[in-house]
């Protein structure tokens, strides 16, 4: 049905704001180089001081001297400050060397790496010696690669995409589908602008490195030091490359708009010399030879700018780099064909002058085409980075890969309706040959409009009025009125209110083709979940793989090394009745599922000392699958003991430990505590 009083303008800024709010929902960069295990493992108790704190990871990570460190129970730094590469074969392992003679207490692992695929990731842990203790460690609670520079760093990140695709896949549709949209001031305002948004974005993603990977200050932008190891590391030469690269793409932009425009101007608007001095067939040959020439130029330096990610990101990380890198890369290429393509049909329709049928049929072959590779790259790619079906539903990388598979189709059933009105204007028939070509209102050549509306469409009949209404008003307003000064300024402004009339009949006309306006709302559509599609994109390049997650998963479940280590909790608690504040410790040993597991339980009050309390209970809830709550028999063994034998946890997961004390007739508490049971 028509939509009265359709702003597109309104739309696109609905999408802007929904561009903003999906890249506000993006998630800080998730952990792509995963922490598989650490030697003394982490809640572990050891006995005697350990050499050196060790970490393992999944995969390659860049670390310096001050990524790893150990804060001993008053926060004091007591690791030598010397990281030591540990790696061996395909294992991913660095330390840092210990003191001997440390104390017995909790000591705090803080950690932070830079993944292979250029995301940051950090964590912290603890470990006792003797026994655990209080401790005062503080440990940023803000993960590395989060916060107001996480956040700005993943905004840049998805114009960085945005610009891409607007300049790649604009420049692709004029070259390959319309060459005549080079003189169309709204593609090239879009293509201009799509380079403009990808070169600022790159800039503010270089300046925000350094405090994304590091101490996350926004003010760390200025840090010049940190700038010039953000230049030496992979991810900032790719982005340094992708800003000469962009240099190059800039005269590319200056010849396609300004010598290939010319190239392709109308007749009349061709310099003397092509017309007259050289032959017709001459001037052919020039046009093509630019054409290749452009083509050739600009597939190269598409393909450098979309290299400048897939070496950076997760095609240079994991299974088979070396064609995954190349296939990324095309994928790449073919979003920016499709998408920025797409982008650049929407705006010629509403915003320049008619758009030739076998332009949108040239374009319509281009994204079926873009579409084929993107459906051979992106089933490689899923399966290198999902591995397993059950990773699709189970893993955050997975979920939004289906996501972004359900917004394809659908963008592709929109794209099936779009050639279906392509289909009609091309049942309508070509212009005739040889019809004038004249100047549109953004500076292009144009053709009549191709398909004619209905002479019995209402719409038409109201466009023919309004015709010959400003034909009336023609009279009255072109310079050659009985009557008009010959002050030049004044027949200068008579001209442009004529330029202004014609443009605004033949703009009546061209809407007043239902054909045409539903090919015009189908793009549109297709255009707004293009928006959405990318930026599912760019949440996909900031998740961890299916496959690495997994892989831990596994690590955890059967082959970490604090598998078979007992799982110990320290529970302050506060009745709130006299004598009401003390510490429980909890073990559970060995900690696994099934039976066998032997808890014991020793209460404190807050110098120390064991103490008894008339109550306490224990029981374990596994939420996930329904269990629970499973209470835990207890046995009185001694002042402030208790133990318990054979307890069962039927299935691993994350359990929910719930410990009740009473410490007098009308005072207890409650506390809860996470415990993971392998």
Request: hydrophobic fraction near 45%; charged fraction near 20%; glycine fraction near 10%.
């Amino acid at each position: 049905m028509a939509l009265t009083g359709f702003r597109p303008r309104r739309l696109l800024v609905v999408l802007a704001v929904l561009f903003g709010a999906l890249a506000a929902g993006i998630a800080p960069a998730a952990a792509h180089a995963a922490l598989t295990g650490s030697d003394p493992a982490q809640g572990s108790v050891v006995a005697h001081a350990p050499e050196q704190v060790a970490l393992t990871f999944s995969e390659g990570v860049a670390m310096g001297d001050d990524s790893l460190r150990v804060l001993d129970p008053q926060g004091k730094r007591v690791d030598r400050g010397k990281l030591r590469n540990l790696c061996s074969g395909s294992t991913v392992k660095y330390g840092a060397g210990l003191p001997p003679g440390l104390p017995d207490g909790t000591y705090t692992v803080a950690w932070q790496a830079i993944s292979a695929d250029s995301h940051p990731v950090s964590g912290a842990f603890t470990f006792s010696i003797g026994a655990p203790s209080k401790t005062a460690a503080a440990v940023p609670q803000q993960q590395v690669g989060g916060g107001l520079v996480g956040a700005l760093y993943e905004i840049a990140r998805y114009l960085a995409y945005a610009g891409f695709v607007l300049l790649a896949g604009g420049a692709a549709f004029v070259v390959a589908c319309r060459p005549a949209a080079a003189r169309v001031r709204s593609v090239q305002r879009l293509v201009v602008r799509g380079w403009a948004v990808l070169t600022g974005a790159t800039l503010a993603m270089l300046l925000l490195r350094t405090p994304y990977t590091g101490s996350g200050k926004l003010a760390d932008v200025f840090d010049f030091g940190g700038l010039q190891q953000v230049v030496l590391s992979k991810p900032g030469a790719a982005l340094l490359s992708r800003l000469l690269l962009l240099a190059a793409a800039a005269l590319f932009v200056a010849v396609l708009f300004g010598a290939y425009a010319r190239a392709h101007a109308p007749d009349g608007e061709r310099t003397e010399a092509a017309e007259h001095t050289e032959a017709a067939a001459d001037a052919a040959k020039r046009r093509t030879d630019l054409t290749f020439g452009l083509a050739l130029g600009g597939a190269v330096v598409a393909a450098g700018l979309a290299t400048t990610w897939a070496i950076a990101e997760h095609a240079s990380t994991g299974l088979q780099p070396a064609v995954a890198v190349p296939v990324d890369v095309l994928h790449l290429l073919a979003v920016a064909a499709w998408l920025g393509g797409l982008a650049a049909l929407l705006v010629s329709l509403y915003w320049g002058p008619p758009v030739e049928r076998t332009a949108v049929r040239r374009f319509s072959r281009m994204a079926f085409g873009a579409v084929l590779v993107l459906v051979a790259t992106g089933t490689y790619q899923s399966w290198r980075q999902v591995g397993s079906w059950r990773a699709l539903t189970d893993t955050s990388y997975g979920q939004l890969l289906l996501v972004k598979v359900g917004l394809v189709a659908v963008m592709v059933a929109v794209a099936g309706l779009s050639r279906r009105w392509t289909g009609r204007l091309t049942a309508a028939g070509e212009p005739a040959a040889g019809t004038e070509r004249g100047t549109g209102p953004d500076g292009a050549g144009t053709t009549p409009e191709p398909v004619a509306a209905s002479a019995s469409s209402p719409v038409a009949a109201d466009a023919e009025t309004d015709v010959k209404a400003d034909e009336g008003a023609d009279e009255h307003t072109g310079p050659a009125a009985a009557g008009a000064p010959a002050d030049p300024a004044r027949v200068a402004q008579l001209a442009r209110q004529q330029a202004a009339l014609t443009t605004a009949r033949k703009k009546r006309i061209r809407d007043a083709d239902p054909v045409r306006r539903g090919l015009r709302r189908s793009v549109l559509t297709e255009a707004a979940i293009a928006v959405v599609l990318l930026a599912v994109t760019t949440a996909l390049t900031t998740t961890e793989p299916a496959r690495t997650e997994e892989a831990v998963k596994a690590a955890s479940a059967g082959q970490s090394p604090d598998a078979n280590q007992p799982r110990v909790l320290t529970v302050p608690f506060d009745t709130g009745g006299a004598d009401g504040k003390g510490t429980a410790r909890l073990d559970l040993d060995p900690g696994r599922s099934g039976g066998g597991n032997e808890l014991r339980l020793r209460i404190a009050d807050p110098s120390g000392k064991a103490r008894d309390v008339p109550e306490v209970k224990v029981s374990f809830t596994l939420g996930a699958k329904k269990l629970g709550p499973l209470p835990v028999t207890l046995r009185h063994s001694g002042t402030g003991h208790w133990t318990a034998s054979g307890v069962q946890l039927p299935v691993p997961g994350r359990w929910q430990l719930s410990l009740l004390v009473r410490t007098s007739d009308f005072d207890q508490v409650t506390e809860t505590r996470n415990v993971t049971i392998n």
